[in-house]
């Protein structure tokens, strides 16, 4: 995990981002400023903003009304999908009779929080409500037709993305697309849908959303590709491709992630990671969600990132413990890689002169933790490391140290100039920063 402090210039990054005291302060105290200090994010909308990224959450109407659930919820993410609320059984549970109610809860909610609502899903394969499931033919695509527009229509303005047609294509190696009811009314479904879905919401984002998507190497991965890349040329209505990263032991994060986001935005449409969730616990479990905020810091149109449910408890596969806060409301460890992941941002060039300074975090034990220093740019160096909170100064190695609480100095003792920090906790997980000045 790395702090990057000096911070290219980033889209969306504005000064409010940036203590103004904080920075006088470096500048004041180098006499030298070699170039201004990143501000860390504290909670994961403020880190992902820092790029001009979004970090959101499936949201369920039914947990609105619980405080634990809503104040994490309001506090940590900016974007919203309603979990079941806004898919067809729930909006059309009868023909042509729409119930927006569910859906209208969770729209109404972001909205009066200043969160933004990512649409899912007008057109699937799966929770089709009875009477859906027994036709076929025009009818149906007569019918699914009509549900894509009266839904946009009802929601018109009001969402960010839509996630139109959902995990159309097969799993396993075929490249086919899935068999269904849909998939029988004919192979031009999809673009249908979307161009119903544009007709009737142009400002939303169209996205295509789909499992199983995200190593580069499979033959789902591909599929969707040139179903991506044919609708680009003929000027079929998409703008977006979502990944919904459901992981487990089965299914790993792939190490070609940025690799397969890349190649789709390369394409000419944002990408976006809706619906994550990393079966485990523990440093493995966090190293995985590390990996998948670097992916997508990695390609500039990957937008953002939303987790599928708030706490474990809150998540359809709840025995996986997948989320990013225990049953509790705890932030559990893959918060803190996460979020650190977001603070670090992408990669970019050290200033020209000076030097600069990466924080990573290392051994991890219930009351304090390791945090290694690299310093590259100049040998002759001072550090400042702003602790979180009231993390005090356990040990130090490989530089000479002082200060115990608050902002720690750190000068080269003659071993290079890599050092680290053991810091005890006192109630703080999150890593510190850092800013490097030369001498
Ligand atoms: O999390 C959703 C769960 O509450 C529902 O019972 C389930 C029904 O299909 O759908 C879950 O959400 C799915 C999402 O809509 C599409 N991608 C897979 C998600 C997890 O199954």
């Not at 909006?91 to 933004?116: L, M, Y």
């Not at 390369?266 to 440093?283: K, M, R």
Request: aromatic share 8%.
């Amino acid at each position: 995990m790395m702090t990057r402090t000096f911070a290219p210039p980033r889209r969306g990054r504005t000064l409010r981002a940036i203590s103004l005291a904080t920075l006088a302060a470096v500048v004041l105290s180098t006499g030298v400023a070699v170039t201004s200090a990143q501000a860390a994010g504290s909670t994961l909308q403020a880190a992902a903003a820092e790029s001009g990224r979004y970090f959101g959450t499936a949201i369920a109407a039914n947990k609105l009304s619980e405080t634990a659930y809503t104040t994490i919820a309001n506090r940590e993410f900016n974007m919203v999908t309603a979990e079941n609320e806004m898919k067809l059984d729930a909006t059309e549970p009868n023909q042509n009779q729409f119930n927006f109610t569910n859906g209208d809860r969770i729209v109404s909610w972001a909205r009066s929080n200043g969160k933004q609502v990512r649409g899912h899903t007008l057109a699937w394969h799966s929770q089709q409500p009875g009477w859906m499931q027994n036709m076929s033919g025009s009818a149906l695509r007569s019918a699914m037709l009509n549900h894509v527009t009266q839904v946009a229509t009802h929601y018109r303005g009001q969402i960010h993305s839509w996630d139109v047609v959902n995990e159309a294509f097969a799993d396993g190696s075929s490249g086919a697309r899935r068999d269904s009811n849909l998939q029988r009314t004919g192979n031009d479904w999809i673009e249908a849908a979307f161009r119903a879905a544009r007709a009737a919401d142009p400002n939303a984002k169209l996205c295509y959303n789909d499992y199983n998507t995200d190593n580069w190497s499979h033959a789902k991965t591909q599929a969707v590709y040139n179903m991506v890349r044919d609708f680009k040329s003929r000027g079929v209505p998409i703008d977006c491709v979502g990944f919904q990263a459901h992981f487990n032991s089965g299914n790993p994060v792939p190490s070609n992630y940025h690799t397969t986001l890349g190649n789709f935005a390369a394409l000419g449409v944002d990408v976006q990671i809706t619906e994550l969730d990393i079966a485990g616990s523990g440093t493995s479990q966090a190293e995985q969600y590390r990996g998948i905020v670097q992916a997508c810091l990695a390609v500039s149109r990957c937008t953002g990132i939303s987790v599928w449910g708030v706490r474990d408890s809150d998540s359809w596969r709840s025995g996986d413990t997948p989320l990013l806060f225990d049953g509790n409301g705890n932030k559990k460890l893959a918060y803190n890689y996460t979020l650190d992941a977001l603070n670090a941002g992408g990669t970019g060039n050290p200033p020209t002169g000076g030097c600069t300074v990466t924080v990573t975090r290392a051994e991890e034990w219930s009351d304090r933790f390791n945090v290694s220093l690299a310093v590259s740019g100049s040998s002759a160096w001072r550090v400042s490391v702003q602790l979180q909170g009231s993390q005090s100064l356990q040990n130090s190695w490989n530089a000479t140290v002082s200060g115990s609480t608050g902002t720690l100095t750190a000068v080269p003792n003659g071993n290079g100039n890599s050092f680290g920090i053991t810091l005890y906790k006192n109630g703080n997980t999150n890593l510190p920063t850092a800013t490097c000045s030369t001498t």
